[in-house]
Nanobody
Framework: QVQLAESGGGLVQAGGSLRLSCAAS????????MGWFRQGPGKERELVAA????????NYGDSVRGRFTISWDNAKNTVYLQMTNLKPEDTGVYYC?????????WGQGTQVTVSS
């Protein structure tokens, strides 16, 4: 299995940028579909971005497409979420996930707050 640890959240003004990191240990992340999800106040968890490896494909939520980018560093076994042009509605707890047909693994989340 895999253990996940998110970092990089914080407080930012609208229009700003943040980069979230998800460091994986236990297994390399290419064993899993990797994804970022978020949950805003009073909202259900939603997909932000996901990446598969063979073949390499990416998927983005409609509300973030064109603003967010998922990427990775094999040497560091780390997946990133680069967020630009942040909006107040992007506020929430962001979770890194590792997924197989059988199991889901989650980090503990990192808070992103975007002020007007």
């Amino acid at each position: 299995q895999v253990q996940l640890a998110e970092s990089g959240g914080g407080l930012v003004q609208a229009g700003g940028s943040l980069r979230l990191s998800c460091a994986a240990s236990g297994r390399t992340f290419d064993s899993y579909v990797m994804g970022w999800f978020r949950q805003g106040p009073g909202k259900e968890r939603e997909l932000v971005a996901a990446k598969n490896w063979n073949p390499i494909t990416t998927n983005y939520g409609d509300s973030v497409r064109g603003r967010f980018t998922i990427s990775w560093d094999n040497a560091k076994n780390t997946v990133y979420l680069q967020m630009t042009n942040l909006k107040p509605e992007d506020t929430g707890v962001y979770y890194c996930g590792a997924h197989t047909r059988w199991d889901d693994f989650w980090g503990q989340g990192t808070q992103v707050t975007v002020s007007s």
